[in-house]
């Protein structure tokens, strides 16, 4: 029965993560899954950027943003892990783990005994890991282990093809944004389509902003575009 309740529940994550549009959005879905269907009292989706750091995408309820936020910066902890998908890490009891000393008192300071971090997949900007709280000790069961391992597969498929998606979509918007600049240079000042994309290239390097970011700023003050033929030509 657990596990056709399971099935169903799955059923209806792919669903909804088909309806989303953006990583935010997709981890709320994922973190409100968790939250009804495993062992978990708060749950939340963190990225893990390569360069470092911890980025929260959901959460369900303001205890995890509170154990986020009381972290200092570089200070290990469980979350400061990213995990390989389907990797997981449990901590049983917060008032006796040893690895994470600081984060453990803080979190059985706030009621959160016991927590298992699932690792989701990898995406464009870093790894996705999901964080199950609880207010019991010894919670996260051998059979909660491998339903949080089979979700998490799911979730992270989900998440990985919403990412994808989305940075399609930036990617489509920011050539759009670009070709439109790049038109708008080429009629006043009758260039080329490559000399107009230099002239973006160039003075993109020279204020040391993206290129879409420069052509957003033609394209929004047109007339913020130089009277005569800019001489980087």
């Known amino acids: 029965m657990l596990a056709d309740r399971l099935f169903e529940a799955l059923t209806d994550l792919t669903e909804a993560l088909d309806r989303t549009r953006t990583l935010p959005d997709a981890s709320a879905v994922i973190a409100d899954f968790a939250l009804a269907n495993l062992d978990a009292d708060h749950a939340g989706v963190s990225l893990h950027p ?6 929260r995408l959901a959460a369900t309820s303001p205890v995890v943003h509170d154990l986020d936020a009381a972290r200092a910066p570089g200070e290990p902890g469980p979350g400061s892990h990213d995990l390989e998908a389907g990797s997981v890490l449990t901590i049983a009891d917060t008032r006796t783990d040893t ?3 600081a984060w453990s008192a803080r979190a059985a300071a706030a009621g959160v005994l016991s927590a298992r971090l699932v690792g989701l ?7 996705a890991t999901l964080d199950l709280l609880s207010h019991e000790p010894h919670t996260h069961s051998t059979a909660g282990f491998l339903r949080a391992r089979r979700a998490a597969k799911h979730a992270g498929l989900g998440l990985r093809l919403v990412d994808r998606i989305a940075n399609l979509e930036e990617g489509l918007a920011s050539r759009t944004l670009i070709g439109q600049a790049q038109g708008m240079l080429m009629e006043r000042y009758g260039l ?3 000399h107009a994309m230099s002239y973006l290239r160039r003075n993109s390097q020279h204020a040391n902003v993206k290129v879409r970011d420069l052509a957003e700023a033609i394209v929004a003050d047109r007339d913020a575009l130089p009277g005569d033929q800019p001489s980087t030509m």
């Open 192 to 194: 080329s389509a490559d």
């Open 50 to 55: 390569a360069d470092g750091g911890v980025i």
């Open 121 to 127: 997949t990898q995406l464009n900007q870093g790894s």
């Open 99 to 101: 690895r994470w000393p």
